[in-house]
Every structure is written in C-alpha cells, then in structure tokens.
C-alpha cells in the first residue's frame, strides 16, 4: 500500500521556467511533508519542509504547498535552471520514519 | 563537519552469501535511519534507532535482514544468503533527535548487487 505517491516519472521544463512536483498522500495522520533532491550516486540532500499546520512555505525558488483537505503538496520551482536537474522525492514523516514517494526526475533544458 | 558516511560504496556478492554494510551517522546525531532504493523504486524505510530505544523494525522485509548500533554510533545492516531481489542501493540516514521538524542526513549509499 503506497502511502505517499509520485504519480509522475519525469517532467521536463525549459530554463527559466516554472516546474511543478506533485505528491499525493492517503494517511491523514502524516504531521510533516519534505522534498528531498537526489543526484546520480548521491545519497538524496533535504530541500525543503512544511508542517501540516500550514498550507505554503517559501525557500528562495522553491516553494511547497499542501492541501490538507486533498491529501495533496506540489513543490514550486521558478525559476528552474539546469541545475535542478535530478530525482525529486517528496516525504511523509510517521513516528519519526519517512514513507517517500516513487521520485519524479525532473530535467531542465538551457 | 563530515557527513554521514557508507562503506563499502558498491559491493557485489553471490546468491546466498551474507553481507555486511556499514553506516557511520554525523557526530552527536542520536537517530539513524536504514532506507534502500530498488531500481526504478522509491526510498523504503528498512529500520530505525532512536538512542537506547528499541529500534522501530516494522519495514525489515524478512528474518534474513537484521541490523545493529553499536555505542549509539556506527551502525551494521546484515543480510543473511542474498537474494537477487536484495539488490539495491541501501541508504544510511541520521537526524539529531526525532523531533518532528529535524531533517534527516543521508549518507551516498552502498550499492548492492546480488549475482
């Protein structure tokens, strides 16, 4: 039973645009959501957090967004650069364990 | 300050042999973290140390999985007479308590295939 669902693969943006992660979760407990960013033959690096008491937090380009009532956070990058280029996971905290979703590889083309 | 560290990075081993992989989690973090990423798959947790708490188990996919912190530092994963299906990368993670907000720190993984 996936928890904590990326519905898409891959998304591919143009630079300087805005990209848009998304991620679906079932278990109305989850108090706490994470965005991690993952290299090739990198262990994946924290970006970015929002505890379910809000529904936005604001980090620079990165933004993420949750809709309690849909089970449902995106993560907002703008504008992306080549750089962004990776594995993007997003991530439930449950009594202290992480359920992560499947990834979205994200490519940002110059 | 140094990271979280794995070793060995890649390990390649014969069906039905037992491994060893090793996590050394940042100085003074008190949680560590076992995740393993199959090909094409998300992170799933395997296993959770938490101080001197008994460890959370609930994602270790059989009896033949099984892993220790010694001293609350380093910490072994051991699978006993590998499967093809094992083969995975297996993450390393450790956070300095387990309060809600603290983020986890991953180590860059070992990379197991079971031949």
């Known amino acids: 039973d996936q928890q904590v669902k990326q519905n898409s693969p891959s998304l591919s943006v143009q630079e300087g645009r805005i990209s848009i992660l998304n991620c679906d979760y079932t278990?109305?407990?989850?108090?706490?959501f994470l965005w991690y960013k993952k290299y090739p033959a990198e262990g994946p690096t924290f970006l970015i957090s929002?505890?379910?008491?809000?529904d936005k937090n604001e980090d620079g380009r990165f933004t993420v967004f949750l809709n309690k009532s849909a089970k449902h956070l995106s993560l907002h990058i703008v504008p992306s650069q080549p750089g962004d280029s990776a594995v993007y996971f997003c991530a439930a905290k449950n009594t202290g364990k992480l359920i992560f979703g499947q990834g979205t590889t994200l490519q940002v083309k110059p | 300050g140094a990271g979280v560290s794995q070793s060995p990075s890649n390990k390649v081993t014969e069906k039905g042999k037992d491994v060893e992989l090793r996590c050394d989690p940042i100085?003074?973090?008190?949680?560590l973290y076992w995740y393993r990423q199959s090909l094409g798959q998300g992170l799933e947790f395997l296993i959770y140390f938490q101080g001197n708490s008994a460890p959370d188990k609930s994602g270790l996919p059989s009896d033949r999985f099984s892993a220790e912190r010694t001293g609350g530092s380093v910490s072994t994963l051991t699978i006993q007479r590998t499967q093809q299906e094992d083969s995975a990368v297996y993450l390393c993670a450790s956070s300095p308590a387990p309060l809600p907000y603290n983020e986890q720190f991953f180590g860059p993984g070992t990379r197991l295939t079971v031949l």
């Open positions: 100085s003074g973090h008190t949680a």
């Open positions: 929002i505890s379910s008491i809000k």
């Open positions: 278990n109305s407990m989850f108090d706490y």
